[in-house]
Each structure stands twice: as structure tokens, then as C-alpha cells.
């Protein structure tokens, strides 16, 4: 799913090719894609961009009148920017915006229909799509305390609640934890002032980071290879690959379709953390530290 550095490089590469620029129309390929319209996409057309802006993981288009285009990319949507008038690309293809100068393609592969377009009329109308998390970048070391600790929550889950923080999904979070050195099942009531403190700085430093890594990738271009798995990363989606920091073997908990990656040795002081369904078939065979985890997959031969 793309989240808050994604989006924010997003946003960077539509500001100078739509901003200032009559939308000539909004084409719908599939009819799951929009969920309210009021106003109808015909209303739209003619209208003059005036800003862009991120609410959490959705991109917003703001556009004459007190009119918005709320864009949702869910896990497999993505935006694409193609000469004007062209054609939406088969089942793939969800929506496009038309303008003189280039047309912005709304895509989502699979067949789950998850990403979604609002379009939406007045400001409260906007704040409706607003899940309420805190800006993770502008926000200073009491107030992230705050939004951190108002409920009991794991860590994993704290960040990536976006009534929490804004924009942080499963990628960044596995790799603010490790940043900070923090497991991802540790409790939000358990944190330290001094944890508390590394976890603000890592939190903004990773965000900060990784924006200005897609920056520098996407130059002048468009983005078009977001992805939530880059062999730059720390943990995300490297498990069994060495720690950056240490060495160890990357770690990994899998619960419903996402997982949760760690490393043993600067996150949990070489626990192997329980996942659910592999600990509940393997029951007292399940490793309990890196050393017997480490030990049983030399033993098999297994890499």
C-alpha cells in the first residue's frame, strides 16, 4: 500500500503537470472504484485545479468551487501519467482524469476492488474522508507522546492505526521500529520517556528518509514503481535476510494477509516472537530464541 513517503512523491510529480489546469473530464471504468459522487463526475468537468494535498494514505485534488477528488490506493492501486486521451488499460483500469496536457490513470491490479474515488462537495464534506491521526513529521515530542500513549495498543498496531498517525502503514512501521530498536509487539503503556523519545526521532527520521529516496529515484518523472518492498529496506519483507545492523536473520509474523518483520537481535534482545498460526502448529517446537531458530534451520539445511 503506498503510505506517507509514497504519497508525498505522488503529489510532488502531479503539482506542476495538473495544478492550474481545467480538468476536461473524469472517465469510470469500473463501477466499484466510486463510492459517492456528489457531485456527479460530469459536474467536474471544466474545473480549474487549485491544490493538491495528502489526508492520510488519499490524495486530494481540489478543484474550483469547494470540490474534491478523494483518491483511496488501497494495497493495489497505483497512478499512472499517460499523453492526454489515453485509453484506460482493460480490467485494470479504474478511472481516468482528462486535461490538455496529460491523463492521470487510476489502476488497481487484482480483482478485490479495494481502492476507491470519493468525489466530494465543501470542505466538511472533506473532513468526512479525514481519519484523524496525527501528522507524524510536524508533530513535536509531547504531542506524538500524546497520540502514542491515549490508548493501550501494541506498537505495530499504535503506528499504523491512522486515527493514531497519519499515513504510516505496514512498510514504514516495520522499519521505524527497527530504527528505534523497539519490538513490534511491545505495549504503548510499557514505553519509556526514553523510548518514547527515540521512537519520535525514528518515526520522523525513516519518513523523512525514504522521502527523500524516492525523490531522488523518481527525478522529474512520474512515479510509476511504488512498491511496499525495496531491497534498501532494513526488515520489511526481507525475512531470512541479514539485519543491516547486526547481521541476524530478519524475522517475520504473519497474521490475516499482512506480516510483520523484525530483527530478534535490535528489536526483542533475541526472542523469536510468536506467530500465531505457525506456533500453534508447531506448539513446543516453536523456537523461542534466535540461537534455536538459527540452530534448527542449520540443522535442516534449510536457507
Not at 11 to 19: K, W
Given at each position: 500500500?503506498p503510505?506517507?513517503?509514497?504519497i508525498?512523491?505522488y503529489?510532488e510529480?502531479?503539482?506542476p503537470?495538473i ?9 469510470i ?5 466510486l463510492?459517492?459522487?456528489e ?5 467536474l468537468?471544466?474545473r480549474m ?7 492520510g494514505?488519499?490524495i ?14 488501497m494495497?493495489?492501486?497505483?497512478l ?14 479504474l478511472?481516468?482524469f ?51 500513549t ?13 486515527t ?6 505496514n ?16 505495549l ?9 523519545e527515540?521512537?519520535h526521532?525514528?518515526?520522523r527520521?525513516?519518513?523523512r ?10 527525478g522529474d ?9 525495496r531491497?534498501?529496506m ?45 506456533s500453534?502448529?508447531?506448539?513446543k ?11 534448527r ?6 536457507t
Amino acid at each position: 500500500m503506498p503510505e506517507l513517503p509514497d504519497i508525498v512523491v505522488y503529489l510532488e510529480a502531479l503539482e506542476p503537470r495538473i495544478v492550474a489546469r481545467r480538468l476536461e473530464r473524469i472517465r469510470i471504468g469500473s463501477p466499484f472504484v466510486l463510492r459517492s459522487a456528489e457531485p456527479a463526475p460530469a459536474e467536474l468537468a471544466g474545473r480549474m485545479v487549485r491544490g493538491l494535498r495528502r489526508l492520510g494514505k488519499r490524495i486530494v485534488i481540489e478543484l474550483d468551487g469547494d470540490v474534491y477528488a478523494v483518491i483511496h490506493l488501497m494495497i493495489a492501486g497505483r497512478l499512472h501519467w499517460k499523453v492526454a486521451g489515453s485509453a484506460l488499460p482493460g480490467r485494470r483500469g479504474l478511472a481516468a482524469f482528462d486535461w490538455p496536457n496529460g491523463t492521470l490513470l487510476l489502476t488497481e491490479a487484482g480483482t478485490k476492488h479495494r481502492a476507491s474515488l470519493h468525489l466530494v462537495r465543501s470542505r466538511a464534506g472533506l473532513a468526512a474522508h479525514d481519519p484523524g491521526g496525527l501528522e507524524p513529521l510536524d508533530a513535536d515530542l509531547d504531542a506524538f507522546r500524546a497520540a502514542l500513549t491515549r490508548e493501550n495498543h501494541t506498537l505495530k498496531r499504535a503506528l499504523t492505526d491512522p486515527t493514531v498517525l497519519s499515513g504510516i502503514g505496514n512498510a514504514y512501521s516495520d522499519e521505524i521500529l527497527h530504527a528505534a530498536g523497539l519490538s513490534p509487539l511491545g505495549l504503548t503503556s510499557r514505553l519509556t520517556d526514553a523510548d518514547i523519545e527515540r521512537l519520535h526521532r525514528a518515526t520522523r527520521e525513516t519518513l523523512r528518509s525514504w522521502i527523500e529516496r524516492l525523490r531522488a529515484d523518481v527525478g522529474d518523472r512520474f512515479p510509476e514503481n511504488v512498491t511496499a518492498f525495496r531491497p534498501e529496506m532494513a526488515v520489511h519483507g526481507l525475512y531470512r535476510k541479514p539485519c543491516p545492523a547486526c547481521g541476524a536473520p530478519v524475522q517475520r509474523i504473519r497474521y490475516a494477509a499482512n506480516e510483520v518483520n523484525y530483527c530478534p537481535r535490535c528489536q526483542t534482545d533475541g526472542r523469536i516472537l510468536a506467530d500465531r498460526s505457525m506456533s500453534r502448529l508447531l506448539k513446543k517446537d516453536w523456537p523461542r530464541s534466535l540461537e534455536e531458530w538459527e540452530g534448527r534451520f542449520e540443522g535442516s539445511g534449510e536457507t
